[in-house]
């Protein structure tokens, strides 16, 4: 079961430290300049909705195990998706062995598994590692048919 925490990060623009909460309205803002921050946070089977299916930009789920060499492989590759679509998206990573309920329920068959929300849905569904132009590529074209 994941907590709702704050992460901090730091702005890309310019470095200033920030505390991004796991759920909150709206999308998060550096202090300092305003700039959009990346939203990246864990959920589990008690917090999912809060985090996840509440929040009001697109949210990509990523249903990953620890024993998953390919998980660990994309892990980067999607942060490094959600800091360029910052404002955009905000990055769920599940642990579908401590949240079985979450896996149950996206009938999860293999890890990892990327899910694509908008407003709780689901709108996009892929499975396996990719590189994170491929990522970036696939959530783009996705979001932009929707809005």
Known sequence: MAAVT??????????????????????????????????????????FAEVAEKATPFVL???WATWCGPCRMVSPALEQVAHELAGRIKLVK???????RIAQRFQVQAVPTLLL?????????QAGAAPAATLRTWVEETIAGRR
Do not use: F, Y
């Open 6 to 47: 704050n992460r901090t990060v730091a702005c890309t623009r310019c470095g200033g430290r920030n505390r991004v909460p796991a759920s909150a309205d709206g999308r998060p803002r550096c202090g300092k300049c305003g700039a959009e921050l990346p939203w990246i946070t864990d959920a589990g089977d008690d917090d």
């Open 117 to 125: 929300l908008d407003n709780g849905e689901v709108i996009a569904r």
């Open 61 to 63: 789920v990523d249903l």
């Open 94 to 100: 599940v642990d579908v062995d401590q949240a079985p």
